[in-house]
DNA sequence: CTTGACTCTGGAGTATGCTTTATGGTTTAT
DNA sequence: ATAAACCATAAAGCATACTCCAGAGTCAAG
C-alpha cells in the first residue's frame, strides 16, 4: 500500500468520498488535527488523514455523533495513561448497540417469517413483534 | 402485562420518556399514526402507543433517522404483499451494521490492549489500528 | 501572461429533529 | 367555583452537521 505523502484537500476530498466544505468543517471541529500549510496557505494531507477521515464516515455511518467521533478520536491525543479505560468502555457501548441490533434483526426476520406465510390480507403482525424488542 | 387502554398525551409522555413536544412532532411526521381525540379534543392513546414509542426511541438510538424509522414502521401499513422483502431487506442492513460495529469494538480492544502494554508515553498507536477497519 | 482549475476565509443558508413560546380551552381537586 | 394542572395549535427558535456563496489569492498549461 502506497501512499504519496503530500496531497491537496480536493485529492483527499476525491479519494475519501468527503466533500472539501466538510473536511474543512471537521478540522473546525477539531475531527482533524489542524492541517499542515504549503508556503502559500494551502492545506497539505498525508495517508494518515485518509484513514482518519474514513474512520469518521465509518462512525457516523454508525450513528455516532461528530462529538462522539471526536472523543473517539481524541483518545489518540491523550497521553496514554487511561486510554485503556476509554477504549474498553467504548467497545462496551458498541457490545451494547450491536445486541439492540441484533434483537432488531430477529424481529424483522420474524416478521418476515410471518408475513410471508399468512395470506396477504391478514394484518401484520408487527407491533406485537415489536413488543418483544422492549 | 396490563395496559389501560386509554391514557392521555401526558401519560404516554412520562411511561415512555419522550417529551409530549416531541410526541406531538412524531405524529406530525407520521411516525406515529393520528390520535384519536376526546370530544374536547386531547388525543387518546393506548398500549399499542406505548410499544410503538418505545421501538422508535430504540431505533434512534442505533442511528436510524426518522425518515428510516418511518419506513421500518411503515412496513406496517402496507398490504402484507411485500413485507417480506422490505423486513429481510433491512435486517440485511442491520446485519451490516453489526459487523461494522464488531471490527470497530475489536479495534478498540486491541488499542486498549497495547496502550494498557506500552509505557505511558509512548505514542498510542490507535492509526495504526483503524487501518485494519478500512 | 492569461485562462481555467484549484484553494483560501468568512459568513450565510439548509435540513433534521426537536424545543420553546404565545395564547387559549379543559379537567380536577378543594 | 376557582386555582392548579393538563391539553390544544401555530409559529418561532435552536443545535447539529453540513452546504453554498462571495471575493480573492495560487498555480499549471498553452
Known sequence: MVYRSAMKIG???KTTGVSIDTIRYYEQ???????VRTQSGYRQYSGNDITRLKFIVQAKELGFTLKEISQLLGIQSSDCRDVKLIA?????EMEGRIAKLSRMKEVLLELADKCGQSGN??????????????
Open 29 to 35: 471541529r477539531t475531527l482533524l488535527p489542524e492541517a
Open 11 to 13: 485529492e483527499l476530498s
Open 121 to 134: 390480507d391478514d394484518p401484520c403482525p408487527i407491533l406485537k413483534s415489536l413488543e418483544e424488542l422492549t
Open 88 to 92: 474498553e468502555s467504548k467497545a462496551l
